[in-house]
Every structure is written in C-alpha cells, then in structure tokens.
C-alpha cells in the first residue's frame, strides 16, 4: 500500500509473467488468471486504468507498480471503477430513484434513496476524471452515492462529463477498505465498463498489491 509521501514503483525485478491487451476488464481478468504476478499490458482507448498510472501502448516497462483490484466476490475482480444504478454521465430527469443503503468498513454512509454508487479503484472512468482521490496502489476504495433532486440531475451529468460534479451536497463521498451495497431491487450494474447482469447487492474488498504492472 502506497502512503502519503512514499515513492511509487521501483525498478522492474523481472520480465513480465503475463502479457495482455486491451481495456480495464481486459486487464482484470489477466490479474484474475495471474494473482500477484508481474504483468505486462498494452491499453487501448477503453483503459481507463491506464491513463491513471501514465501506461502508454508502447510503454518501455522499466518500471513495476504495486497494484490494487476490486474484489467482488461472485462477481469477479474490477481493476478499475464499478456502477451500479444509472451511470452519473448519464442522468435523467425521469430516472427513478431507488431505496439503498452504503456502508463502508461497516460504518453506514448512506441510507435513502439514490440513483446510483460508484466503487473505484482507479480516478478515470469513460475518459472523466470521476474520481479525484482515486489512487490503484493505495488500499483504499472510493465510494460516491449519487441522489440528485430530478432537477439538477442535467446540470449534475453535465458537471460530472466536465469532471467538476465535486463536491456537491447530493453526492456523498466515502473511502476505506470494503464497501457493501444494498439496493431495495436488482440494478444495472457494470463492472470496468462492461455492463453485467442486474443486482441488487454487492460487497467490494480492496486486494492489495493484486499485481505488479510494468510502465
């Protein structure tokens, strides 16, 4: 885990394990097949990941960070940033709210209705800068619970594209090591940017140092 004021990455101790291409969910899934090991991975325009730790296509991979996944449980293994409930960059007047509860490190930080939840690993996601705090290498996992009024859910979405939704009064902000979320009814539900079957629940656990990347 990565502390305020520590350098991050060292030289690279070792050719990589396993190679990969493509996006976030593209690189979960070579750190699912690969626990703990040294990965090499060349990003495309869908890793968002990438853009967070500075990973260019032709990276010269000199250097490994220590980096942490999601842990979903059944659902697998994020890399990167989870929704569940409707995506924040694409808010509408109409979208009905829904009865949730969030806790994180079993604290409660939220219990009403919502729109949706972000869990991020990374700061990135679909090409915004959602998560501000968000670091991949520091044990921690960023929480935001969107429950905008229906009339500022345009305004909100518009801020969110621009990367300015923060902070904002109806957006709660959380961070620590797990989070469990409780929806009163199935939701949409997407894992590093690819969308999976609807739920109602989900538990997310930081997997520190899942992996060495290569930069």
């Known amino acids: ?3 305020p004021g520590q350098a991050w990455g060292r030289a690279a101790s070792g050719p990589a394990v396993a190679v990969g291409a493509g996006g976030d969910a593209d690189l979960a899934r070579l750190v699912a097949a690969n626990p703990g090991a040294r990965l090499a991975f060349r990003p495309d325009d869908r890793c968002d990941l990438a853009r967070a730790v500075g990973l260019l296509p032709a990276a010269p991979a000199v250097t490994e960070l220590p980096m942490d996944a999601l842990d979903l449980g059944d659902a697998g293994l994020a890399v990167n940033v989870v929704v569940l409930g409707r995506p924040p960059d ?3 007047r109409t979208d009905r709210s829904r009865a949730l509860t969030v806790r994180v490190d079993d604290r409660l930080v939220f219990d009403g209705a919502a729109l949706s939840v972000v869990l991020a690993n990374g700061q990135f996601w679909r090409g915004i800068d959602l998560v501000a705090r968000g670091h991949p290498g520091d044990g921690r996992l960023e929480v935001q619970v969107y429950a905008p009024t229906a009339g500022e859910r345009v305004a909100m979405r518009r801020r969110v594209t ?4 923060l ?3 109806r957006i ?3 961070r620590g090591r797990r989070a469990d979320v409780r929806f009163s009814i ?4 997407e894992v590093d940017g690819v969308p999976a079957p609807p739920r109602a629940a989900l538990a997310a656990t930081v997997r ?3 992996f060495l ?3």
């Open 208 to 210: 520190e140092g899942a």
């Open 167 to 169: 902070p904002h009064p």
């Open 186 to 189: 199935p939701v949409a539900f």
């Open 172 to 174: 709660v902000t959380a």
């Open 213 to 215: 990347l290569l930069v």
């Open 162 to 165: 621009a990367g300015t939704h």
């Open 1 to 3: 885990m990565i502390r």
């Open 90 to 92: 694409r808010l509408r």
